[in-house]
């Protein structure tokens, strides 16, 4: 089945340390997306990407980095400079430009910091 | 900036009960608007848009939802909740140059039998 898979599901960090979420689509999406889900505080932009090998940051994407070498996966990093980690990450993709479809999301990862 | 405003962070009913979730909106152009679901620790599905053809919206699960542009809302409702609709909603608006949705901080439905 088409859709987009998020990994790990759950994952923990010690503060200081690197990690990588994964987000892979087989639909054929061009646009990916990356937002963070705080509890009240719905759900805030940090990366979003067009087309492979570009990228524009969101409403708060210091911390965080990202990149697009493949149309179907838009790994995160979240970095140590990120001073609170610990959320709710999703990922989702759209055909083209948002405002003519939908957003498709992954299942999440929860990410907590130690 | 576009933005949009979720009343109520909480919205208890019981079953058999009418649902109704406000969104009201701020936007300089025509927006695209949209409502989702979230149930726990799952991603979002869409359950309905509204992209300016008809001002009535029927979307999943028997939501509809009105666009007034007049009172800048699109509130979400239903005419009989049932417990599987407990979960929490989320109403979006997509931004100027349409390349990101922007959403609300969300309200939580809970149906009580």
């Known amino acids: 089945d088409g859709g987009i898979t998020q990994s790990p599901k759950y994952l923990f960090r010690k503060e200081g340390q690197n990690v990588t979420l994964s987000c892979e689509q087989n639909?054929?999406?061009?646009?990916m997306y990356w937002y963070r889900q705080d509890p009240g505080q719905g759900l805030r932009l940090i990366y979003y990407s067009q087309i492979v090998n570009d990228f524009q940051k969101g409403d708060i994407a210091e911390g965080y980095s990202v990149s697009r070498e493949k149309k179907e996966s838009f790994p995160l990093t979240v970095t140590s400079a990120q001073k609170n980690p610990t959320a709710f990450y999703l990922c989702?993709?759209?055909?083209?430009?948002?405002?003519?479809?939908?957003?498709?999301f992954g299942e999440g990862s929860r990410l907590t910091v130690l | 900036a576009q933005s949009v405003t979720q009343l109520g962070s909480h919205v208890s009913v019981s079953e058999g009960a009418l649902v109704l979730l406000r969104c009201n909106y701020s936007?300089?152009?025509?927006?695209?608007l949209f409502w989702y679901v979230q149930y726990p620790n799952q991603g979002l599905q869409l359950l309905l848009k509204y992209t300016s053809a008809a001002t009535l919206v029927k979307g999943i699960n028997g939501f509809e939802a009105e666009f007034k542009k007049s009172e800048t809302s699109f509130h979400l409702t239903k005419p009989s909740a049932h417990m599987s609709d407990a979960a929490e909603y989320f109403c979006?608006?997509?931004?100027?140059?349409?390349?990101?949705?922007?959403f609300g901080k969300g309200t939580t439905l809970s149906v009580s039998s």
């Open positions: 639909l054929n999406h061009d646009a």
């Open positions: 989702a993709s759209s055909i083209e430009r948002v405002n003519t479809g939908e957003l498709f």
């Open positions: 979006a608006v997509s931004d100027q140059a349409g390349t990101a949705l922007i």
């Open positions: 936007s300089s152009v025509p927006p695209y």
